[in-house]
């Protein structure tokens, strides 16, 4: 079952009238499907544009699992998606099976759930297709945005790698991208990189360098009790004394992250180096691993592969052009690559890891039209738009007088991830740390300082626009991102992106002008959990 999609037959060039529909969401992630498929039931017609030709973001390209510390289902899209993942895998290996116990969305094990790329995409493609309102066009990137004082008025795509151009109209937008393109081009302010200390006066803000433990519980075990999180075992111990502190454009690192077969029948091995390989750059890299389970953890014999990351090579991409994007994919994809032939062929490598390895390969049923790797490489954190209420680490930390995060009443989803980041520039990955005692540069673990966290619609609307809803992008500094960025909570924020999209058209104003204590009332009573829903007075 395929969604409904825009023929390219049906596009002319830049002169073609525009189409027209009550909402347009761009970018088929989990937050804008979950997005586009709340406002379709809600009665409105909606265009879903996707800059590749495949839909569900990271959660189709490679990510395996869900990253939460709670088993909350917090939506009703999220609990839709969770029943449809956990039926395949109760058809297809039984009830009691191993497979359908690590596909189950339950926080006594982490991760709190996996599925198979291939099975999410096939799931979102049905939710989609089941749903008449919505017309997908994929494979297409914005190109300009006609904007009339405080609303956009349309939007130009282009086809990624071609010339076809198509203008839609619409009354409600949505970004739900990861890049944050439609929020940028139609002239919202935003943040790439981290505030400085003196701005935010955050404890974490700014250029630092920090030490990592690894083995010890955060937060406490009465938190987790309290909270029913699954416990974490590393935590930030400290920040260097001289830590700068200032603000700069450092993003956190990305990677490729392939999933990764250890049955045979179904692995094909690496029969080379990649392109531009250097066994240099391996030798002293600090992340030698590739699937991060064992094989007896793995879901239908398939891994995540979350090594090979490359801090620093990264700071071009948020505000990069789309070639500079791809080049900058194509080095991360090669260096993923390199690192898996390195640990599997080199001699530097002990032949009893070098045999481990071996036992994982490229899947041959995932990614079949692009040489079994992903479409999309783990984009962790691009632009943040400048919103209502910009979230920060002081929103998400105990608050002195309670020990819970601060309250918004126009609290309309919730956190229940750590604020972390991976490194931001070179440090003991590379075998050259700032230090030997604070080895990392912009590493993150506050899991200690774990509750759940609010998110007030404010958040989601960026300044000077009515009718634009930021799910991904949203209002959030650097240190606050890394709590937010989790796929289970931007399916969350996306779902009541669609909810606001649909109440707004519906009573013939703006996105900008609901009022966000009536909006949290109103999903709240149609099951969208507004609050975290345990542990709270």
Known sequence: MKPTTISPTELRLESCAPLSFDLLVY???????????????????????????????????????????????????????????????????????????????????????????????????????????????????????????????????????????CEFRAKVFIDAGYEGDLAAFSGVPYRVGREGFDETGEPHAGRIYTRILNGRNGPSEDICERFQFKSFTQITDGIHPDSPRTGDRCVQAYNLRPCLTCKPENGIALTAPPPGYDRGEYLNYGRKNLALYRPENSLNGKATYNNAILPGENWDYPEGDW????????RHKNFSLGLM?????????????????????????????????????????????????????????????????????????????????????????????????????????????????QIPYRSLLPRGLANLLVPVCLGATHVAWGSVRLEPCLVHTGEVAGFAA????????????????????????????????????
């Open 27 to 165: 970018d088929a992630t989990p937050s804008g499907i979950a997005a586009a498929v709340r406002a379709a039931r809600e009665g409105c017609t909606v265009a879903l544009i996707n800059h590749t030709h495949h839909l569900g973001g990271m959660m189709a390209n490679g990510l395996v699992q869900w990253d939460a510390q709670s088993g909350q289902r917090r939506c009703p899209f999220l609990r839709e998606v969770l029943d449809r993942i956990e039926s395949h895998y109760r058809r297809a290996f039984g009830e009691g099976s191993h497979e359908l116990d690590h596909a189950t969305y339950n926080a006594a094990h982490y991760p709190v759930a996996k599925v198979e790329p291939s099975v999410i995409e096939r799931i979102f493609n049905e939710m989609i297709a089941a749903e008449p309102k919505i017309t997908v066009l994929p494979g297409y990137y914005v190109e300009r945005v006609q904007r009339r004082f405080d609303r956009i008025e349309s939007v130009l795509f282009r086809e990624m790698g071609g010339d076809r151009c």
């Open 323 to 330: 070639a500079t994007r791809w080049r900058i994919h194509e």
């Open 341 to 453: 032939w390195f640990l599997q062929n080199d001699q530097a490598v002990k032949a009893s890891d070098k045999e481990y390895f071996r036992l994982w390969n490229l899947p041959a049923d995932e990614y079949t039209d692009n040489g079994h790797l992903p479409w999309e490489m783990y984009v962790r954190e691009t632009r943040r738009i400048l919103a209502r209420h910009v979230l920060s680490e002081h929103d998400f930390s105990p608050q002195p007088e309670t020990d819970l995060a601060r309250t918004f009443d126009d609290s309309i989803a919730y956190t229940d991830w750590y604020m972390d980041s991976h490194s931001c520039d070179r440090d003991s990955t590379y075998g050259d740390p700032v230090s030997e005692e604070y080895p990392y540069e912009g590493k993150l673990i506050l899991s200690e300082e774990l509750r759940p966290g």
């Open 502 to 537: 649909a109440i707004a058209i519906r009573e013939g104003i703006l996105p900008g002008e609901l009022d966000g204590e009536a909006l949290a009332a109103e999903i709240s009573g149609r099951g969208v959990e507004v609050k975290y829903p345990i542990g709270l007075p």
